[in-house]
């Protein structure tokens, strides 16, 4: 055995220094991230405590519920003033829909959402900024907004007869953006298998994204929640493109 270590005395002096690297790594990006949640929490606490409708039997859950679908009717009152198609998002209910002057165009069900219990639990002050209206900071996507067909022109009858519009095929969506009351939200299209049954990867998109961002948040100076929802596909693109640019959104869980 003392042979053996002392062989490999230099192997085992490489892992024991990777592994602490490694741990000290992990400890200084938890520190970031607890002390970026705690900031944030602490300005939604201050920026809303003064003015807070829903403060009173918050902590009751039926109060709790009720009050939030009256501030969710609220807020759509207020966007059913708008001219522009915008985008309700409502936890509760396990729906996203388009909606235009408080008529709903198009929604879909949610097939699955990450964290399940999204903000489920914060509190009334917070919830005044998680649920009032809020836009699209930015936002990127797998696809274009609106997909441009091209079709070739033929200059005689004979040849129209045997012309064939160009097919787009679009991959399948993945639409992520910020909005101005600081969330994350990544919707991601579930395509139909051929049993028509909807195949959700809910473990290899969120993997797929994070690794993509971890360069970009190893140590996080800002706290910002991620939403994860999946959706059918088409709904998903149907929804995407009907929404403008930069629009509108509102949130209820």
Do not use: C
Not at 45 to 66: A, T, Y
Not at 113 to 137: R, T, V
Not at 178 to 204: C, F, H, K, R, W
């Amino acid at each position: 055995m003392k042979d053996f270590y002392t062989k490999y005395k230099k192997v085992f002096l490489a892992v024991i220094i990777v592994f602490a690297v490694l741990l000290i790594f992990s400890v200084v990006r938890l520190v970031f991230a607890v002390n970026s949640v705690k900031t944030a929490v602490a300005a939604q606490k201050s920026e809303f405590v003064d003015k807070n409708p829903l403060q009173k039997g918050w902590n009751e859950p039926h109060i709790r519920q009720m009050r939030k679908e009256i501030y969710w009717l609220e807020q759509q009152l207020l966007l059913a003033k708008s001219d522009s198609i915008n985008l309700g998002i409502n936890l509760a209910d396990s729906i996203v829909q388009v909606q235009l002057k408080g008529t709903v165009l198009f929604q879909s069900k949610i097939l699955k959402q990450h964290p399940a219990d999204f903000f489920d639990s914060m509190e009334a002050g917070a919830y005044l900024n998680f649920g009032k209206i809020s836009s699209i900071k930015s936002e990127k996507a797998s696809i274009v907004k609106k997909p441009i067909k091209r079709v070739a022109a033929p200059g005689s009858e004979a040849e129209k007869s045997g012309v064939k519009q160009d097919t787009i095929v679009d991959s399948r969506l993945q639409w992520q953006f910020y909005s101005s009351n600081n969330v994350n939200v990544i919707i991601s299209g579930v395509e139909m298998n051929a049993d028509s049954t909807l195949n959700v990867n809910a473990g290899s998109d969120m993997l797929k994204l994070r690794a993509s961002q971890f360069y970009s948040g190893i140590f996080p100076k800002n706290y910002i929640p991620t939403l994860f929802i999946w959706l059918n596909d088409k709904d998903a693109k149907a929804i995407y493109r009907a929404h403008p640019a930069n629009g509108k959104v509102v949130f209820r869980n």
